[in-house]
Each structure stands twice: as C-alpha cells, then as structure tokens.
C-alpha cells in the first residue's frame, strides 16, 4: 500500500464518522490522493463540478483531517480527468434518437452548478445529485419538501439537466402536477387510459413538481400510484416534490402516502442569511447594473422568498436602466415597499398587454381568431399562468370562460415557441418590464 493510499483511507475514515452515510457515499466514493508532499495534497475527483463543490464544502474538513493524520496541513488541490464526459458522449451516440420533447419539457437554465447550496438546502442537493448519478438505483422515490419557492423546482430541473447532458437518449420528463391532472381528465374524456398509461409508463426518470395539487382526486391518485409501482418494478427513478413531508398531506390516500415515504425523504429548510446573501449576488453577477452594498443589505431585508428577491433585483435593474442615474437606496426602499405591497392580478396582465399590442381589452378577450389578436391572447394566458397562483380553469374562465384544454393548449404552445422564436422572447420579456416583475 502506497502512501497516499493509506493516507487517504485514514481521511476518508475520518470523515465517513463525521459525515451522514448518503452525503459521503454520493461525493467521495470516487475520489483518490494522486500526490502528497510536505506542502501540497493533489485530490484527484471526477469532473470539474465535484471539485467546485470539494473547495466550497470540504476544504475546511478536509485541512481538519490532513492536520489530525500528517500533524501538518498541506496546501490541498483538486484535479480532474476529462474521460468522463467522453463516456457520456460515447454513451449517447450509441443510445436512441434524443427524446425533443423531454428536452422542451426541462428548464435549461437550472443546473446544479448555478443553484446556490447552504446549511439551508445541502442535504437535498446532495441527494438530488446522488439520484442523478445512479437513478433507480437507491433512494426510490426522493421525496423533495420545502415551502414555496426555495429551489425545489430547480433541483428537479437539475437532475434532468445532468441525466441528459450524460446521455442524451435517456427519457426524462418533467411533469407539473397540473399538467399530470389536465392530461388525465383529457385522457379519461376521451376514453383513454392505455395511451395515458403508456406516456408516463414509458419514461425511464418521472420529474414530478407539487403532489399535494392532486389532494382530494382519489382516481387521479390511483392512477399515480399504478405509475409508481410500474417505475419501483423495472427500477426506473421518481423525483417528487411537495410542500410538506407525505404524513402531513392533506386528502392523500394512506397507500399513495406510504409509497411517497418509502424512499429517502429530504427538506430545503428556510434560508439562512449566508446562502440568501450568496443567491443575491449571483443575481447581481449577471446583472448590467452595478448595484451598491448598502442597497445589496437593503435586498436582504426584504423577503426570504427567493422569487421575491430574483424580481426586485430586476426591478431595480429596469429602474436603472430607465430612468439612467445612480442608484440611490432612499428611492430604492420606496420603489420595492410599494411594488411589495401591491399584489399583482389577472387585470394588470391584460390591460398591460393589450396595451402593449395597441388594441383593445374587449379584442384581448374576444374569440377572434386572427394572429392579430390571437398572439396577445396567449402571451397574456401564459403569464397569468406564469406569475399568479391560478388554475387553468381559472384563466379560462378569466379570459371570456374558455375551456380549460385551451388554456393549456395556448400556454404550451407559447413555452414551446420561446425557446425558438426571439421576438417572443422580447415581447414576454418587454410586457414583464412593464409589470415590473
């Protein structure tokens, strides 16, 4: 046994005492010390994301352990090897045909490498990543719990994002729970259950966002649980998320609860002051504003609601850019007190809009068919769906009672056309301005 053999079995035994079982076995199992002298320690780890995450969450552990070891701290650096994502790339070319539509149904934006970890959200991001790395393999289903908007959807993006960026043909799909309730009453309409069964029965990673939205439809949950059980029998992996742990859902049948909670149950906790500092100034990194520290503690006052923060970031970028000064923090406090205070509604939506488009509200909520009045239509549909807390039935409803198969219709649609279209992109993003979102 060489040195650093030995060595690094002392560490790692060092710190598989300190560290919980699945947070070591995700981030250590492939790891080896390449070197060691009496100045530096050369950590060899898998990609260069590990390495990223070795320096911002082990450094510390890792010095403790070398000192406690060697009676001396080495300088510790991290290598990787680049035959990894070859694998991956090799992998793909001999898989299928890459699955378009699972591609347009996961947020490219939201990776592991861009979601802030703290004390707050660690464990769940460990374990998200572990089930990335080996889905179906352990931790079937991970159950993903935490109030609103903390990052849980994120971390189901993210592991969608890692299973196609190592093999493109992987079959993943990211799935609302509205959207999983709209396709069963459309299903059941038409009396269909064979096609509904086998579009989710032939995935190989169910991304599912919100179960307690399907409290109080017994049918719909029965049909969830027969999709759980054909993913558990041929050891396909489920990610679900909701907003309390299984015990405490409301209007869930004791059998869906028990099979939500057979797997590895983890919480994103309030967020702590560190990590809402961090999230706030990776937002202002990709700003083109230059925004002050006495403005930057203001923020951090203001919500522990991360969409919150994400939106009066923007505003005061939009705030800056139009009105071409230096930010000022007395401005600044009364321009996020009165848009805070102000609950924004299905109105201001369509009034902006149509205004926007220069035609009328009662064109906006006609059935006129023509793109001219079509096209407004579904921008404002999809953010009514966006940013209020609302149903599709409700919007149809909102919108002249249209049926709720047309609103999902529209807002598809328009999440589809997006990702192609950059006019669409601009008008979405010019309307939201207008908003101040």
Known sequence: MTTEIGVWNQ?????????????????????????????????EVPNKFIANWFRDNYLKDLKISFKEILKETPDIVFIYTKNQKKQGLSKAK???????????????????????????????????????????NKYNPLFIFCSSSLGKTHLLHSIGNHLLKKNQACRAEYIASEIFISDYNRFARDKNFSTFKKKYKNLDILL???????????????EFLSIMKSFFENNKQIIITGDRPPTRLKEISPHLKSRLGSGLITEIKDIDLKTKTDIIKQKISECSTDIPDDIISFLLKTSNNIKILMKNIVRIETYASLNKKIL????????????????????DIQSVTSGYFNISMADLLSNKKKRLYSYPRQLAMFLCRKHLDISFKEIGRLFGNRDHS???????????????????????NNIEKLLVL
């Open 406 to 428: 047309t609103i999902l219709y529209a807002i598809k649609k328009i999440e589809k056309l997006r990702k192609l279209d950059k006019k669409i992109r601009e008008d979405l």
């Open 11 to 43: 560490i790692i035994g060092n710190l598989k005492n300190r560290l919980p079982k699945m947070e070591f076995d995700t981030w250590f199992h492939q790891t080896s010390l390449k070197s060691l002298d009496s100045h530096s320690a050369v950590v």
């Open 208 to 222: 599912f966002d919100d179960i307690q939205h399907l409290s109080g439809r017994s049918t719909v949950q029965e």
């Open 94 to 136: 001999q898989g299928k045909k890459p699955n378009l539509y699972m591609q347009n149904s996961i947020n490219r934006t939201f990776t592991f490498d861009n979601f802030i970890t703290g004390e707050c959200n660690r464990f769940a991001f460990s374990s998200a990543y572990e089930v990335s790395e080996r889905p179906g």
């Open 328 to 347: 000022n923090i007395s401005a600044i406090k009364s321009f996020i007190k009165d848009r805070n205070n102000i609950e924004l509604d299905h109105k």
